[in-house]
């Protein structure tokens, strides 16, 4: 008589974490058999056996990362996309900050554009919620949507306060961030900014206008500090520098490509253009290129600095590889009057011989293009009016992956600081005169 096949035992899944500490208790107590381990823990011999086979690895796991609370060790079918977004939501979980299931996907979907995957990759519902299920994310109800919001220590707010993260509060950033409100919790009906990046989808609106967008909420012109719209601001060719800010392979390569940016490209090109015809003919004139790059190893980045840790994360701008360099129509010549600066951090003076130099030219006044706004723009523009250097920005020369951002800056903060905002048309036939 044929005997019946034996039942397949039911597979009990267990964390990484638990995985390590069964190595550390081995490790300690040489004596300790696999049977003892095995009734301990629940688990077959032959289980304890190969988590022991694998001791290094397990013992390798950080206790306190994502990674520890996962259940299964398969390899997932996009390794690189996983261990990215992991990563990222450690940094932006750590912060308290809540991530809702659409963020997810669409922090999914920019990191395998960034690897070249995007075609290959969907970040569908599924894959969400296994990734979820991995790495044993506690969540909460999203009332108003049907996502999931994913919560870590989240600490309590005053009923009708934003919550942003340190990231937020700054507006600097080298990535295509984009920030929208979103519904309120039930808890405490909090107003929450969102991280996320545009779609393919997603529809521009030119800059200067207050109306909602896809891409950010809207918002009201200062009626505290109304800016007279009366005064236009000069422009004078003396003792000026044109800086043309980060415009690299890397950098454009992660924003999402849309009419705007294609847009702000062209007019960015035809400016750098002009500014070097013009130069053969004024010696007042000097042009400045200015890029970020990075050693190999990334020795100047602090794990402090989330915008730079990610820029680790994802391999760029490292110096020497095609995505440190400019793009093409805005790559300085080889003339010494074509300088080039190379700068560690978003502020184009910061460590850099940037204000030698202008001064060394007897430049009073700058010019700044570039991307992002909110980033090098924002920033090296800061440290100028400290310097004391007349200050323009080319509105339509500099870009942000935010509208908001882009017209807040444009439209109020800038000009209430004193900084001319000015038409590159304006420029163009000043530089052609």
């Given at each position: 008589m044929p005997q019946e096949p034996k039942p397949k035992k039911k597979r009990v899944p267990i964390t990484a974490l638990t995985k390590r500490n069964i190595c550390i208790k081995k490790r300690d107590n040489a004596k300790l058999r696999d049977e003892d381990l095995a009734r301990e823990y629940g688990l077959d011999r032959s289980t304890i056996t190969k988590i022991l086979k694998n001791r290094e690895k397990w013992l390798a796991i950080d206790p306190n990362s994502n990674n520890a609370k996962q259940k299964t060790q398969k390899s997932p079918k996009f390794p690189q996309i996983e261990e990215s977004l992991a990563t990222w939501l450690d940094i932006v979980l750590g912060e308290g900050a809540p991530v809702s299931d659409m963020q997810l996907q669409e922090k999914a979907l920019e990191i395998a554009q960034t690897y070249g995957i995007r075609n290959e990759f969907q970040a569908s519902n599924g894959w969400i919620s296994?990734?979820?299920?991995?790495?044993?994310?506690?969540?909460?109800?999203?009332?108003?949507?049907?996502?999931?919001?994913?919560?870590?220590?989240?600490?309590?707010?005053?009923?009708?306060?934003?919550?942003?993260?340190?990231?937020?509060?700054s507006y600097v950033n080298l990535f295509p961030t984009t920030y929208s409100q979103t519904s309120?919790?039930?808890?405490?009906?909090?107003s929450t900014l969102s991280l996320g990046t545009s779609t393919p989808s997603t529809s521009f609106i030119p800059y200067g206008t207050s109306h909602p967008t896809p891409m950010g909420t809207s918002y009201s012109p200062s009626r505290i500090y109304p800016i007279p719209s009366s005064i236009t601001p000069s422009f004078s060719l003396e003792n000026t520098a044109f800086l043309f800010c980060d415009y690299q392979n890397d950098v454009i390569g992660m924003n999402q490509n849309s009419q705007t940016l294609n847009q702000f490209l062209s007019r960015s090109r035809q400016l750098?253009?002009?500014?070097?015809?013009?130069?053969?003919?004024?010696?007042?004139?000097?042009?400045?290129?200015?890029?970020?790059?990075?050693?190999?190893?990334?020795?100047?980045?602090?794990?402090?600095?989330?915008?730079?840790?990610?820029?680790?994360?994802?391999?760029?701008?490292?110096?020497?590889?095609?995505?440190?360099?400019?793009?093409?129509?805005?790559?300085?010549?080889?003339?010494?009057?074509?300088?080039?600066?190379?700068?560690?951090?978003?502020?184009?003076?910061?460590?850099?011989?940037?204000?030698?130099?202008?001064?060394?030219?007897?430049?009073?006044?700058?010019?700044?293009?570039?991307?992002n706004t909110g980033g090098v723009i924002l920033s090296t523009t800061r440290s100028a009016c400290d310097m004391d250097f007349r200050i323009t920005v080319v509105k339509e020369c500099c870009f942000d992956g935010s509208e908001t951002v882009q017209n807040v800056l444009m439209d109020e903060i800038f000009p209430r600081q004193g900084v001319a905002v000015m038409n590159v048309d304006v420029i163009l036939n000043e530089l052609r005169v």
């Open positions: 296994k990734f979820k299920l991995r790495h044993q994310f506690r969540s909460g109800e999203s009332p108003g949507a049907g996502d999931v919001s994913l919560q870590v220590n989240q600490q309590p707010t005053i009923p009708g306060t934003s919550v942003l993260s340190p990231a937020e509060h309120n919790t039930k808890s405490n009906q909090t750098f253009r002009a500014v070097h015809q013009a130069k053969q003919k004024r010696n007042s004139i000097t042009s400045v290129s200015i890029g970020s790059s990075f050693r190999p190893g990334y020795p100047e980045v602090s794990p402090n600095n989330q915008n730079f840790v990610l820029l680790k994360l994802y391999g760029r701008l490292i110096e020497g590889t095609k995505g440190a360099e400019f793009i093409d129509g805005l790559v300085p010549g080889e003339s010494e009057d074509d300088i080039v600066i190379k700068k560690r951090r978003l502020d184009a003076f910061y460590n850099t011989d940037l204000k030698m130099i202008l001064e060394s030219r007897n430049i009073k006044h700058i010019v700044l293009a570039g991307i």
